[in-house]
């Protein structure tokens, strides 16, 4: 079974920032990579970044790069989702889930999404 619960949504202004947790558990945790993903309204759900359990490698969505920042916490299992300069097009509910690769895209790895967390940046 994959539990994951997301936090830390919220509503922030164009230039804020704010944190994002995601706690894993179950199959979860077996997964390589940890990702985070996020759905705009009329939109698709989209890879943000992912970050391995072991090595700590991370990879970002080019529209995040140098903005958001993705880190773990083995000992607690959860993974965290720092979003500085934010824009509104940040704006999205944003998923965790295990992450894998086709090697020209990062996708869920599970069926079994969590309920995401609100985002939304103001102008």
């Known amino acids: 079974q994959v539990q994951l619960v997301e936090s830390g949504g919220g509503l922030v202004q164009a230039g804020g920032s704010l944190r994002l947790s995601c706690a894993a558990s179950g199959r979860a945790l077996s997964s390589r990579y940890m990702g985070w993903f996020r759905q705009a309204p009329g939109k698709d759900r989209e890879f943000v970044a992912t970050?391995?359990?072991?090595?700590?490698?991370?990879y970002y969505a080019d529209s995040v790069k140098g903005r958001f920042t993705i880190s773990r916490d083995n000992a607690k299992n959860t993974v965290y989702l720092q979003m500085n300069s934010l824009k509104p097009e940040d704006t999205a509910v944003y998923y965790c889930?295990?992450?894998?690769?086709?090697?020209?895209?990062?996708?869920?790895?599970?069926?079994?999404w969590g309920q995401g967390t609100q985002v939304t940046v103001s102008s």
């Open positions: 970050i391995s359990w072991n090595w700590a490698i991370t």
């Open positions: 889930n295990g992450a894998d690769t086709t090697g020209n895209k990062w996708y869920g790895l599970y069926d079994s």
